[in-house]
């Protein structure tokens, strides 16, 4: 089975991922996630039947801390802000998201 | 020429005072002013000064190169990407704090693949790095820029940071040694993520004896990264010059389609370990063609989450920044995770990382180590990775089934081709938490080989 990517369809990803993309660079796009998903396809073969899945390697579950503040390590309101494009008194400056 | 010593050599002269700090410093320093420019290694030259306290650390303010993925206190971190072109971390990152307090001085941060998305280097937005041993070749990746500036002696040793192959791979290719650290052994926090369940920071060095040193002080547990174990950290460097005798070594992935080229002179190098007492046997495991399958869908889909983070709103620049690779795999993730596909991609590909787990650990019954090529082939020419969406993945096959296993694992030079100079590498894999295992046997082979281009100036 081969996988077919719609430009359409990498529009509406690329949107998903908040990532603007012309039309030229969405061809191309298609044509690479149609290259991987063929490569990885063969993975439907092995018979998975009865296999627990592994979210991670480590084996250690619920690693819990007490919620105390850590002062030592806190940013000051000047360090949290200093990569800021734009800050205005003290906030960050996001962009406007609802319509005037 | 100081800056050609090994991290051991350079303690051992600096503690007989047979050399001063200053002297190796300028060596460096103008290694790099001679050399930078054209193999693009340091992206930030670190213009801050050795501290007194570094200098009485153990690793008494020796230069170390880092690669620009490790977030830096006021010292700019890309990771290669012009996404964080302005970024100045406000903190260290745990691996960084530690190699600080260690006495390690940053020299520089080293070129990557953008975000550590690839094996080559060449997707970085600052330009490709070019291998030191043959500057028509790339020095593979993501580390390509810790790999090539031990290579070049830039540095005295490197830190990398390895999801599948980003380490070794390198290493490989540059034709020096690259130790992957089992996951949870050294710590991630603040290190810029990629895949989370399978990032694992670690040293890229001249001698796997100095691999085995950088390991004593960047590994052990940290509160700040709930993945990190608990196990006790041990001295390293214990596991140097030791005998292997009555050792038992499986080799994998000698039969595979594709390794014709190295096949010969790869089994011809496996026979040492038999010289030096250790039984070698060739053996099936399952195969790696899969890993790739299991390992794209799992960072793919680990990366659309990890870089929703960057906004521009907090640092950095906005998300029309990312480059097509990171686009591509930021995209293609958040396919596999959505609505519909997360069963058939996703869930399907844990489900094969348990059956990868299960087929280690039944080798393992039988084997000490595992070893195979680090990489298919030698180092690729320049430009090679554009052709193909799925180029690092490929390269990077039989590297992937210890990646999402979790596994340690080391690259050491096996052999160099007088042509060309470029080098092959050999990787050793052991179970979780047996760095011991690969440093003893990595050791052994490269003290009783050649290979090694600073043991047999």
């Known amino acids: 089975m081969s996988n077919k990517i719609t430009t359409q369809q990498v529009q509406h990803i690329a949107q998903l991922a908040n990532i603007p993309v012309d039309d030229s660079e969405a061809k191309k796009l298609a044509t690479g996630f149609e290259e991987t998903l063929d490569t990885i396809k063969d993975l439907r073969a092995v018979d998975t039947e009865g296999i627990e899945p592994t979210h991670q390697v480590t084996g250690m579950e619920n690693v819990l801390r007490e919620d105390i503040v850590d002062d030592s390590r806190t940013f000051t309101q000047a360090e949290a802000l200093a990569n800021a494009k734009e800050t205005y008194q003290g906030f960050f400056v996001v962009p406007r998201i609802i319509k005037k | ?457």
């Open chain 2, 1 to 457: 020429m100081l800056n050609t010593l090994t991290l051991k050599q350079a303690l051992d002269k600096l503690e007989k005072k047979e050399i001063t700090l200053g002297d190796l410093n300028s060596d460096v320093k103008s290694a790099i002013e001679k050399l930078n420019k054209d193999l693009n290694v340091y992206l930030t030259i670190n213009e801050k000064k050795i501290t007194q306290a570094e200098m009485s650390a153990p690793l008494a303010g020796l230069p170390i190169a880092v690669k620009d993925n490790y977030c830096t206190k006021d010292l700019k971190t890309t990771a290669s990407s012009t996404v964080l072109d302005n970024f100045i971390p406000q903190y260290d990152s745990t691996v960084i704090a530690k190699l600080k307090k260690a006495g390690g001085h940053i020299v520089g941060k080293t070129n990557l693949d953008a975000w550590a998305h690839g094996s080559s280097t060449e997707t970085s937005q600052y330009g490709r790095t070019l291998n030191p041993r043959n500057t028509d070749y790339l020095p593979g990746g993501s580390s390509g820029g810790s790999a090539a500036a031990v290579a070049a002696d830039l540095c005295l040793a490197s830190l990398g940071t390895e999801t599948a192959g980003s380490i070794r791979q390198p290493s490989s290719w540059c034709g020096v040694v690259g130790l992957k650290p089992t996951y949870g052994r050294c710590s991630r926090y603040g290190v810029v993520a990629m895949a989370s369940s399978t990032d694992s920071p670690g040293p890229i060095a001249k001698t796997v004896e100095d691999s085995a040193i950088l390991l004593n002080y960047i590994a052990g547990h940290d509160k700040y990264d709930g993945t990190t174990s608990t196990q006790k950290v041990e001295d390293y460097t214990k596991y140097l010059d030791q005998n292997i005798t009555g050792m038992k070594i499986g080799v994998l992935y000698t039969d595979i389609e594709g390794l014709e080229e190295i096949k010969e002179i790869f089994i011809d190098q496996v026979k040492v370990f038999e010289k030096l007492g250790a039984t070698v046997e060739f053996i099936k495991a399952m195969d790696p063609h899969h890993a790739i399958g299991v390992y794209t869908i799992i960072q793919r889909g680990e990366v659309s989450s990890n870089l929703g983070r960057f906004d521009g709103i907090r640092y950095g620049n906005d998300r029309s920044f990312f480059g097509h690779e990171a686009k591509n795999r930021i995209m293609l993730g958040t396919y596999t995770l959505s609505k519909g596909y997360a069963h058939q991609y996703y869930n399907t590909a844990q489900k094969v990382r348990t059956l990868f787990i299960e087929d280690y650990k039944k080798l393992f019954k039988d084997y000490d180590v595992l070893v195979s090529p680090t990489s298919p082939g030698y180092a690729k020419k320049i430009g090679i990775s554009e052709s193909s969406a799925m180029f690092g993945e490929l390269e990077d096959m039989l590297l992937e089934p210890s990646s999402i296993a979790g596994l340690p694992g080391i690259s050491v030079p096996c052999y160099r081709d007088p042509k060309t100079n470029l080098y092959l590498g050999m990787n050793l894999v052991a179970p979780m938490f047996r760095e011991d295992l690969v440093i003893k046997v990595g050791d052994a082979f490269e003290k009783n080989t050649k290979w090694n281009s600073w043991r047999n100036k």
